[in-house]
């Protein structure tokens, strides 16, 4: 979309005029602060007298400034540099005296040497705010980016040029569900007060004499672009949109896991508790990612999705890749082997890149405040507290992160890599807070179309074509919190379930988002400890301890640390008689899954209704059918899961609106199922061959017809992504790592697969080039 030209125009004439002032401000500080520099009559003059002779001189020094400049540089073009360079402050000084022989009745005077000093400092100061003024324009950025690729092409000479095998960029948008995109796509009614396009309206429609009211709110309702313009210019174009469906813990933790290294098994959800090292394991936690990554390779047998010639960039795990910058697997490591904090460093050494973030950062804030003010004024439900270090963490995720990504996957694509995977985090973190929809959330994702049209635009001076793809590790679900809608926390329902203690003032349970373990990696800080709402405990545990209860979003766990194993609901009954009735009666809980002696896993309803995941035996209603296709075979498999906790804990979701009930103070939570939280999307070029899911098997008729399903589980989707990798040319994942049944499967190559079916042999899988041909 063009900007119109009297926005470029305006924008130009006001950053003239902004220059002017501080330069015009420059003067007057140095006219008081040096004795030799005067800016009034002998006799003195009034201080608008004087402000009005300051502007005067600044304007002139800055108009011969502009004017006599090039001139000169270009007339002393044979002047050795180093003499050029000394020219320069004589030269500037020489301008300022101009200058100030224009203005009228010998108000401005300076010595020659004061006539330097002033000239050089106020070119500083207004080179500074031009800068700075620069830098916020994202077409300015731009152009400055393609100055530097052109510069690394020249340095890398024709055998860059040679590079001619596609690479693939992996955008994820942390957080962004299905239906968000898609409204996010679609143009809009217009609704905003003081729009210049309804006063144009009005004028049309009262054009018409007495008729013209009649026709005023037909002609007011006028549409508005997309809120991701880029996006929807890509959908039904180079770009096709396919939903996915998560695991039970729909959480980045699990899914980026599962994305990245192929198995996101025995991660029930985003903190639980271990009972053979007494541990909390915390997803965003530098040690507990490095310790799942370590898990996933063993499991695989592989380094990951970007081993080779890869580069992540603000992800939880490495997924493989050399290159990484803001990688919190990564980040517990010290010394020289520690990368994943270089992307900082590499951002903010440059100037331009750094004053750019800077006032972005600041200005989040005070963006933050206001919106969380308002809020708070108008009385906004739901709603949770947004002080403290929020506004900080806030304007970390959505500035600072979102910079140094997108500038590193900039760098990564001139740098001509095969792969890149990146994690852009701001909508994740504001939806907590602020809810998936509503402005504050829809500013964030304008504001993270217009990266990604950045990343596009720096693509075309890259030495090797890109194919950019787009996806979501889960959506999120609204609602009110647990705490807010009934007026204590999981960790206290469970206590009184117990017949413990249960404190009269309830304790909040802190957000697990993402952003904020990402700053503490980033500042250096230590990993904070598990409170004790967090369930926290070590090896100290004693036997005969208080339950343990974590939250995950809408998902809950609890755990008996003085028990070894999985506890069983035999055994919990007899030790806690009315705990489990206590929690699946409490209508903000959803079900319950526990462990069965007589019948293995089994969900538990309100009204004594149970779904025996074995057998899939129903008594009484199915607890599960509200949570919609899928849900039972979600939980079936993280029943499975070494790690599951003794009890776990689903928060009801309100059929008609999708909200649910966070156990965490969060508006906005994803972790288990209920709502949209459970469906975030792929938007793949169209150049790809086509995701499908699992095939269902044979039709009964016998005439070999299939029926598709969808993509489920981060797995599924990672063998997606790997069998496009493969279908370039060039540097690529090693394929023969790829299961040969699953890899056609994801790609819908194979149509005879049957749920649940083991490797077939090792065949030949058919797959597209770079070209469009069959290879």
Partial sequence: MLVPRWKT?????????VVWAVSTLTMLVLAGALP???????????????????????????????????????????????????????????????????????????????????????????????????????????????????????????????????????????????????????????ARPGCPEHGKRWRLGTAGALGGLGRLGALGNHKRPPLMETLAEWHGTSHRLTPWRTDWSSQTGASQLGILHGSNHDVPAFRWYEKETGEVMVSNRPTSAAELQRRAAERTGDGGLLTVDGASRGNLFSGGAEQVALVLSVAARRGRHNRSRAGYFAYFSDPANATRTAVSFVAEIFREIAQSTAAKLRRE?????????????????????????????????????????????????????????????????????????????????????????????????????????????????????????????????????????????????????????????GPAQRPGSDPIVLASGNLGLISFPDLPGRVSREEIDRRHPALLRTLAEHPGVGFLLVRSEAHGAVVLGADGTEHRLGTGEVIGHDPLAVFGPGAAD?????????????????????????????????????????????RPFLLWPVELTPPVGLRTGRAADGAGTVEEAELVGAEQLHQVLRCWLAEADGPQVPYNTVPPLA??????????????????????IARRSARGENS
């Fill in 743 to 764: 890899a056609e499967v994801a790609l819908g190559v194979r149509d005879d697969a049957q749920p649940g079916a083991g490797p077939a042999a090792p065949i030949t």
């Fill in 9 to 17: 125009v305006g924008g130009a004439l006001l950053r003239v005029i």
């Fill in 381 to 537: 439900s739901p709603r949770v507290k947004r002080g403290g270090l929020y506004p900080f963490i806030r304007a970390f995720a959505t500035v600072v992160e979102r910079d140094v990504v997108v500038v590193a996957v900039i760098g990564d694509m001139l740098a001509g890599r095969t792969a890149v995977y990146a994690d852009l985090v701001a909508y994740d973190e504001v939806a907590h807070h602020s809810g998936p929809r509503g402005h504050d959330a829809d500013q964030v994702l304008a504001r993270l179309d217009r990266s990604i049209k950045l990343i596009a635009k720096a693509a075309r001076h890259a030495p090797r074509g890109y194919r950019v793809v787009l996806l979501s590790d889960h959506g999120q679900s609204s609602g009110e919190t647990f705490l807010g809608r009934y007026g204590l926390t999981l960790r206290d329902l469970v206590r009184a379930g117990c017949g413990l203690a249960v404190s009269r003032r309830a304790e909040r349970t802190p957000s697990g988002a993402e952003a904020r373990s990402a700053a503490r990696a980033a500042l250096h800080r230590p990993e904070k400890e598990a409170s004790p709402m967090e369930g926290g405990a």
């Fill in 36 to 190: 030799d520099f005067r800016l009034k009559s002998y006799d003195g003059d009034s201080a608008t007298r004087i402000a009005v002779t300051a502007a005067s001189g600044a304007g002139a020094f800055g108009l011969l400034s502009a004017l006599v400049w090039p001139l000169l540089v270009r007339a002393l073009l044979l002047v050795p540099a180093l003499v050029l360079g000394l020219l320069v402050f004589f030269l500037n000084g020489s301008l300022l005296l101009v200058a100030l022989g224009l203005l009228p009745d010998g108000r401005g005077e300076a010595n020659a040497e004061t006539a330097v000093v002033v000239a050089a400092v106020m070119s500083a100061a207004s080179s500074a705010t031009s800068t700075f003024l620069a830098v916020r324009d994202d077409g300015a950025y731009r152009r400055r980016l393609a100055r530097l690729a052109d510069r690394r092409r020249r340095r890398l000479g024709e055998a860059a040029g040679r590079r001619q095998a596609p690479g693939t960029v992996f955008l994820q948008l942390d957080g962004v569900g299905l239906s968000v995109l898609e409204a996010a796509m679609r143009e809009r009614d217009c």
């Fill in 634 to 678: 979600a939980v079936r498999r993280t029943a499975g899961f070494p790690h599951a906790a003794d009890i776990m804990v689903n928060s009801a979701v309100d059929p008609d609106t999708g909200s649910v009930h966070a156990f965490e103070e969060q508006i906005g939570s994803h972790g288990g199922l209920g709502g949209e939280q459970s």
